[in-house]
């Protein structure tokens, strides 16, 4: 079978771009022909919050990529659907996350209304995290000339059947990232790397964005050292927008000696030893759908505390794979974190182990074929 992709891809960085990838290699592993109809650019300069787009130390895929659509350069558009209509794969898939992307791929879609390619939308979010002008408007008229959407939880699933219900819609799940755990580290190495010795290691790991509350995290961390005094926060990522509060919330509530930020993009070798040092993910979003960032760590047998938000529930099993929060209150995160330190490391990594197996891509890619 042909089937391709329409999205970023290598060398773009990003999340959205390692999930194309690890899906078209798992459909690669099946003998299926592969080719990802990727972005030249992904947003324009001026309005990325971001420091940079390319991934710089990441291996190019063996699969076929070729870079065709800007999706804010209309001009690009015919374009990339006559590339599409030339290859004649049997399947397109799309990713869908921001309304961004929407007039883009709804225009697309347009010109392959006639084609005999089955289109698919694979989608992250229906209900967006930041507020976006004619969300719900541009998000119809890029899903009006799919044939099937899938859904990565059940809480956009139910969404996605309100909003769409002459549509075929499908419940799928957000996959394991397995591609960031290279075998390099152990707990104890990554901990002595990072001079992290006898610590107990909260990590937030990924973009910096409000909705992922991190102030949440913060404020509930001087809570967290009256039961765990050797508990230490490691914080990774880029920040969208001004970081100032953040370092505020540090030094106001003198966190810095028990606290190390790293602001900055980790590229794909680099995001393991974080992981393998870390005791505990800590993922206490105010808006959620479901998290790739928590996907990395149960494929490295991290466990995790979530708030109750979105897909979070469906994802980190309470007292099983972690612990989910009475609330998004700073008080009931830290009561969290200290709750899934009670709790037995070995059957924490026995239940991540069971749970991974319903995550894997074989399934995924099936999902998809039916």
């Known amino acids: 079978m042909k089937i391709a992709f329409l999205g970023p891809a290598y060398p773009l960085r990003g999340g959205i771009a390692q999930f194309i990838a ?58 990339t659907a006559n590339k599409i209509k030339q290859w004649q794969p049997d399947i397109l898939i799309l990713k869908y996350w921001i309304p961004f992307f929407a007039p883009a791929f709804g225009f697309v879609l347009q010109l392959l209304k006639s084609s005999e390619i089955k289109k698919i939308y694979l989608i992250d979010n229906i209900e967006f995290h930041e507020k976006w002008l004619f969300a719900k408007t541009l998000t119809k008229f890029a899903f009006s000339k799919a044939d099937r959407l899938i859904t990565l939880s059940k809480a956009v699933y139910k969404n996605a059947k309100e909003i769409f219900p002459q549509k075929q819609v499908v419940s799928g799940f957000h996959p394991t990232y397995n591609c960031y755990d290279q075998n390099r580290f152990d707990k104890k190495s990554a901990k002595y790397k990072l001079g992290l010795n006898e610590k107990k290691v909260i990590l937030f790991f990924g973009f910096i964005k409000p909705y992922k509350g991190l102030d949440i995290l913060l404020y509930a961390f001087p809570k967290i050292l009256e039961k765990i005094p050797n508990a230490h926060l490691l914080i990774i990522g880029e920040t969208y927008g001004s970081s100032e509060k953040y370092y505020k919330i540090i030094k106001d509530l003198k966190l810095s000696g028990n606290t190390k930020f790293i602001e900055k993009f980790m590229q794909t070798d680099e995001v393991e030893i974080f992981f393998k040092a870390a005791d505990v993910l800590a993922l206490p979003y105010k808006q959620a759908t479901q998290s790739g960032i928590a996907q990395i760590g ?27 929060a009475k609330s998004c209150s700073a008080d009931d995160f830290a009561q969290a974190v200290v709750d899934f330190f009670k709790l037995d490391e070995k059957k924490i990594r026995k239940e991540i182990l069971e749970e991974n197996k319903k995550y894997s891509w074989k399934s995924f890619a099936e999902i998809i074929l039916k």
């Open 22 to 79: 690890l899906l078209a290699d798992e459909f690669t592993k099946n003998n299926h022909e592969v080719k990802i109809f990727s972005f030249k650019k992904q947003y324009p300069k001026l309005f990325f919050p971001g420091k940079n787009q390319i991934e710089e130390n990441d291996k190019a895929p063996d699969f076929d990529i070729q870079p065709v659509l800007t999706p804010y350069n209309p001009f690009t558009w015919i374009p």
């Open 298 to 324: 149960f494929d490295m047998m991290l466990g995790a505390v979530a708030t109750p938000v979105g897909g979070l529930p469906e994802i980190v099993v309470d007292k099983k794979t972690g612990i989910v």
